[in-house]
């Protein structure tokens, strides 16, 4: 009944987005949550207990941001449980996405849904944003989440390729924020996210690496 109710909210949601995944794809995705959500009986991954919810709030809301994402790789800032990184790279599968974390135990939970998903196209760094140094810069640099706009590009834009691209994501976004942007990057625009079943309010703010 749990997987029927999953699936009663998470294929109109891929619907609603216009998000068609590739074979396969929805199963892994709700095999995600059923992971996370036993995961985070014991590590406390996330704040969201409800399944119903984990497939709005975390599966629908990751990807949501898919229309703005070109090119890999890509690297997912402060991955957390794996929120955007996971459900974009389940359909993304040409795409190659590093996750990065610090915290252990989120790191272990990633390392372990990339393994129970198959997902080839995904490597996990436990590793602070500042002190990671990457082998090749990222055409893609996103968090979810994560810090203000400046701290983030602060902290990660040493990884991006110039001509490189960031995609925050964001709820309300307040006007200091932009104003407080490092410089050696520009705003490309702040785009709106409908989040099919969620009422609050999303955002993306797509920047450019001058």
């Known amino acids: 009944m749990k997987q029927a109710s999953w699936q009663s909210s998470l294929a109109p949601g891929l619907a609603a ?10 199963a892994k995705l709700l095999e995600f949550v059923a992971l996370l959500e036993r995961w985070n009986q014991a590590y406390n991954l996330t704040a969201v207990r409800d ?7 975390h599966l629908l809301d990751s990807l949501a941001v898919l229309p703005y994402l070109h090119r890999g790789p890509v690297l997912d800032v402060g991955a957390g449980a794996g929120l955007p990184g996971i459900p974009l790279a389940v359909a993304r599968p040409e795409l190659r996405f590093t996750l990065l974390d610090s915290n252990g135990k989120k790191t272990r939970f990633m390392t372990q849904a990339m393994a129970a998903l198959k997902l080839a196209n995904v490597t996990v760094v436990q590793s602070r944003a500042e002190g990671y140094r990457p082998s090749e810069p990222f055409a893609t640099v996103m968090s979810r989440a994560f810090a203000s706009l400046g701290d983030f590009l602060n902290l990660a834009g040493h990884a991006a390729a110039p001509g490189g691209r960031f995609l ?16 050696g990057f520009r705003v490309l625009g702040v785009h709106p996210l409908k989040v099919p079943g969620l009422d609050a309010e999303r955002c993306i703010v797509e920047i450019e690496k001058t």
Do not use: Q
């Not at 399944?51 to 709030?57: I, P, Q, R, Y």
């Open 168 to 183: 925050a994501m964001k709820g309300a976004l307040a006007d200091a924020e932009l104003r407080e942007m490092p410089p």
């Open 51 to 57: 399944l119903a919810e984990m497939v709005t709030k």
């Open 17 to 26: 987005l216009g998000v068609a995944l590739p074979g396969g794809g929805e």
